[in-house]
């Protein structure tokens, strides 16, 4: 889970966006309590424009 979430990072680091959310999500497959996960996806999906799905990971961050 570590590794999927360091990619996540990178890519997001370089804001590949969607790549990003699409790493952090195999890191909670992986993990389902890798809750720093929650958190990046939820920016990221801010920087997409989908507020709905941010809001969505960032309450199950602050609810784990």
Known sequence: ?????????????????????????????????????HDNIAQCYVKLGNTTAAQRHRALYKNK
């Not at 360091?6 to 890519?11: E, P, S, V």
């Not at 969607?18 to 890798?34: D, R, Y």
């Open 1 to 37: 889970a570590q590794a999927w979430f360091n990619l996540g990072w990178a890519r997001k680091s370089i804001q590949q966006w969607q790549a990003a959310v699409e790493a952090f999500k195999t890191c909670l497959k992986q993990n389902p309590s890798f809750r720093e996960a």
